[in-house]
């Protein structure tokens, strides 16, 4: 049974802050759908990690309602090479944007965080209540604090102003959009890239970072910016929320399911000098799935979909 629908986004003024990013373009996609008036602002108009100029474009603007998905984001290797730039600027853009929220009026904001907020070695499935019981994984633990203060940030200014305002932890990540540069992306467009170019040069062999044996739960985009609208509409509450697809697989099958996707034969190399990460990252979505959302895509399909997108897309350098 779908909770009911409790705040409606019909006729809105519905800000999606990081239009540009993955996981902002793809709620603007899922907002097409609705009937509201979905508000962007470049980097050029405002700056999200300058208080003045946020203050000033919601004011000027007035959204009523605020999907806060603008971030710093990258893979284990950037997390680990860029820890200042992670913790400051996305401490900055989620005090910036929840505070002149609550200053304008703002009736409703999600804000998204990442399920590395909980500790490495928690139990798993995850469980919303892991949340501040241990030590942080060791290559995110800057990006993680800031997401943390996000989710403090909802929860004070919803006791101390009685804010709508409600955060959501997305799982691993992929889809359109993505970042496909070796250097800082993510696990999934680098193997879509490595086995693409390793076929495309008929290689004998693709490198796999670390051991291939830590697990990933990997989402597509899409499906999150679908839970996310779901959430808007039918949950309020202290408590931050998983969104998870319930599959996790070792980066090891990873490799190889995208070898079978792209079509590359080829032997893996694992790379036992890059960093495994945390070994398991698996949320428990039994809140989510409770109120009514279950609409996550089978992982190869959202694979062959990623690939053909990114194919067609002017990231794609050939
Ligand atoms: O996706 P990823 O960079 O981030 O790496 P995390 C996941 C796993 O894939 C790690 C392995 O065990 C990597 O060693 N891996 C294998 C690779 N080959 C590759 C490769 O070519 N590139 C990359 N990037 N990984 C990030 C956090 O953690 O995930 C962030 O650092 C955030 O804070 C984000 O939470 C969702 O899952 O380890």
């Known amino acids: 049974m779908t909770a009911a629908e409790i705040f ?53 603007n007035r959204p009523q309602v605020v999907f806060l998905a603008a971030a710093k984001v990258g893979g284990i290797q950037a997390n680990a ?64 604090i800031a997401k943390i203060a996000g989710i403090k940030l909802c929860q004070a200014y919803r006791k101390q102003y009685g804010s709508d305002f409600i955060a959501a932890q997305p799982t691993n990540l992929y889809g359109p959009g993505d970042n496909y540069d070796l250097e800082t992306s993510h696990v999934l467009p680098a193997l879509l890239r490595k086995a693409h170019e390793a076929k495309m040069a008929k290689a004998a062999a693709m490198d796999v970072w670390g051991t291939g044996t830590p697990k990933r739960e990997l989402l597509h985009v899409d499906d999150l910016a679908d839970a996310a609208v779901f959430l808007m509409k039918h949950y309020s509450g202290e408590m931050h929320i998983n969104i998870g697809s319930g599959e996790e697989i070792a980066i090891g099958d990873l490799a190889e399911l995208v070898c079978k996707v792209v079509g590359y034969a080829g032997e893996l190399n694992f790379d036992t000098t890059k960093p495994d990460g945390t070994p398991r990252k698996l949320a428990d979505a039994s809140r989510l799935k409770q109120l009514g959302w279950h609409g996550a895509r089978p992982l190869e399909t959202g694979i062959g979909e990623t690939y053909a997108d990114w194919l067609g897309s002017d990231r794609y350098a050939g």
């Open 8 to 60: 409606s986004l019909k006729g809105k003024r519905v800000w999606v802050a990081g239009h540009r990013g993955m996981v902002g373009s793809a709620i603007v996609r899922r907002l097409a759908t609705e009937d509201c008036e979905i508000l962007t602002a470049s980097r050029e108009t405002v700056d999200l990690s300058r208080q003045a100029e946020v203050e000033d474009w919601v004011e000027a």
């Open 81 to 144: 090479t860029y820890p200042a730039e992670f913790l400051y600027d996305n401490l900055m853009i989620e005090a910036n944007v929840i505070h002149a929220s609550q200053t304008n009026g703002v009736e409703k904001l999600l804000f998204l965080g990442s399920t590395c907020i909980y500790p490495k070695m928690a139990a798993q499935p995850m469980r919303e209540e892991a949340l501040l019981t241990g030590p942080l994984e060791e290559t995110n633990e800057w990006y993680a």
